[in-house]
């Protein structure tokens, strides 16, 4: 029986390298199209979403797909949304007043009405379901806004943020999904073949339906607590001339391995997402090497954040169809704050991370550190950090160069300062970790997520080991 083929939208700009590879190990054949009119007939059909939601929607209403989307809906022909593509079938979203969505189905997206950091970065819980989403445990997100309640008919998966909100919904075999099913490990890899059997009209079993699906979603949530995402574990790869390299305060580099080796092994340890960076790309003026970004996707499902080199919005959207996830930019968005806002506006908030590195001068004030450790500017870090958010980061990424490879641990007063300065936007640590404890300390502090390198790709720390210390500190943790 030949595989199924899955049309997916073409929008133009957005990161669907990571849906195509998923939905190839799930058993079908994506095709990228543009034709309305092929979207609207397809036997199955898939609305990927990343970008603000009023640009994308007259994207779509230029281009009729919004429209063929909306006929499939109304037919009940098998469709599948993911983040922005699910919010997009609905009427209206808080993030873009007067703007209008497809309109297949009725209701209003609205933003979250937290404290908690936005966007929602990572892995969350999610309860409930029918029985494609019955049972799936823990999947990823990148959402500042939600879908409060299902319209009519449909079936509804739950997380929680603070307040609880719709994660997916289903009807038959059409499938809206809050989070990145590409993106959610196995768990998300069987939700994607579940629907294209479903929506393929075959029929037979599955590794995870059922009872067995109820079992791994218990287990995978056992522990959770409620209204958090899960604190995230990062390793980072920094790659130079094509392999994985560590130093201290950013010199003497020693060889780690091969990216794309080192990336596979992290997935099967249990990260919950890799930055990749290109330290030299930027020194040397050249681009990030995309072929290295696209053999790190080969072998890993792990959302990904890629940085280094990145002086444009083409090279952003270069690296996003290589397969990143998420662009991470430091000294060229100090020095071209437009660029900053330009990935913000193309691809969202949520696909922009600013990275922030620190040195602390004799007068003790943490000053931005550029070009790989070489130049210091003459401004304190929490007033980047300001601008940056300002600009439309969505995430920030903090490394102390002075703790950098030391293993002395976070600079803490630097980190709570970052917090202040950066609001309800994610802090991502990094730099001076050598034990969980560090961790520990870095999470108690107010960061979303931990950043490490060294100290993993020696093997002096696991990932599993500093997840059981997160747990028994109280954090909540993806196991």
Same mark, same amino acid.
């Given at each position: ?26 058993? #079908? ?20 979403? *990343? ?10 209403? &230029? ?14 022909? $098998? ?26 189905? /009725? ?9 908690? $950091? @936005?966007?929602?970065?990572?892995? !969350? ?5 029918? /029985? ?10 990148? !959402? ?5 309640? /299902? ?5 509804? #998966? ?28 196995? $768990? ?8 294209? &059997? ?17 079992? %791994? ?8 607590? /409620? ?39 992290? =997935? ?11 330290? +030299? ?39 996003? #169809?290589?397969? %990143? ?6 000294? &060229? ?5 437009? @660029? ?18 620190? +040195? ?29 958010? =300002? ?11 002075? &703790? ?19 609001? +309800? *936007?994610?802090?991502?640590? +990094? ?41 028994? #500190? ?6």
């Amino acid at each position: 029986m030949s595989a199924p083929l899955v049309l997916v939208a073409d929008l133009g700009r957005a990161n669907i390298a990571s849906l195509m590879a998923a939905l190839s190990r799930a058993g #079908a054949v994506p095709r990228l199209c543009r034709d309305p009119l092929q979207l609207a007939a397809a036997p199955i059909a898939a609305l990927p979403g *990343v970008g603000a939601f009023g640009e994308v929607a007259s994207r779509l209403t &230029r281009s009729g797909i919004g429209a063929a989307f909306k006929e499939r809906i109304a037919k009940g022909l $098998p469709s599948l949304g993911i983040c922005l593509g699910m919010q997009l079938f609905f009427g209206s979203s808080d993030e873009s007043p007067g703007a209008e969505g497809i309109g297949a189905l /009725p209701g209003r997206i609205s933003r979250f009405s937290t404290g908690l $950091p @936005l966007p929602q970065f990572g892995w !969350n819980r999610v309860t409930g379901g029918g /029985p494609l989403l019955e049972g799936l445990g823990w999947a990823y997100y990148a !959402n500042s806004y939600k879908l409060d309640a /299902p319209p009519a008919g449909w079936t509804a #998966a739950w997380s929680d943020y603070g307040q609880r909100f719709v994660a997916a919904i289903e009807r038959g075999s059409s499938l809206l999904c809050q989070f990145h099913p590409e993106l959610s490990g196995e $768990p998300g890899l069987a939700l994607l073949a579940r629907w294209i &059997r479903r929506a393929d009209g075959a029929s037979g079993g599955d590794s995870a339906t059922g009872e067995e699906a109820k079992k %791994a979603g218990a287990e995978a949530l056992a522990g959770a607590g /409620p209204g958090r995402s899960a604190v995230r574990i990062i390793p980072c790869l920094d790659v130079d001339k094509g392999r994985v390299v560590k130093g201290t305060r950013f010199l003497d580099l020693k060889d780690m391995g091969d990216p794309a080796e080192l990336a596979w092994r992290y =997935e099967k340890e249990g990260a919950d997402e890799l930055t990749f960076l290109d330290i +030299s790309a930027g020194l040397q003026g050249r681009d990030t090497a995309a072929h290295t970004i696209r053999a790190v996707r080969a072998r890993c499902g792990l959302p990904m954040c890629a940085g280094g080199g990145v002086r444009s919005l083409a090279d952003a959207e270069a690296l996003l #169809a290589a397969g %990143a996830d998420k662009i991470a930019i430091n000294s &060229r968005a100090y020095r071209d704050p437009g @660029l900053v806002q330009g990935i913000a506006r193309e691809f969202g908030s949520q696909a922009c991370v600013v990275a922030v590195d620190a +040195s602390r001068g004799a007068d003790g004030i943490a000053r931005v550190v550029l070009d790989a450790g070489k130049t210091i500017v003459d401004e304190a870090v929490p007033s980047w950090i300001r601008r940056a958010v =300002e600009l439309g980061a969505g995430e920030i990424l903090l490394t102390s160069r002075d &703790r950098d490879g030391t293993g002395l641990g976070y600079d803490l007063e630097l980190l709570r300062d970052a917090l202040a300065a950066a609001g +309800s *936007v994610p802090i991502i640590a +990094s730099g001076g970790v050598a034990s969980a404890e560090h961790i520990v300390e870095g999470v108690a502090a107010g960061a979303a997520a931990a950043l490490l390198a060294g100290a993993l790709h020696r093997g002096e720390l696991s990932i599993r080991s500093i997840k059981l210390a997160l747990r028994r #500190a109280g954090a909540e943790v993806r196991l």
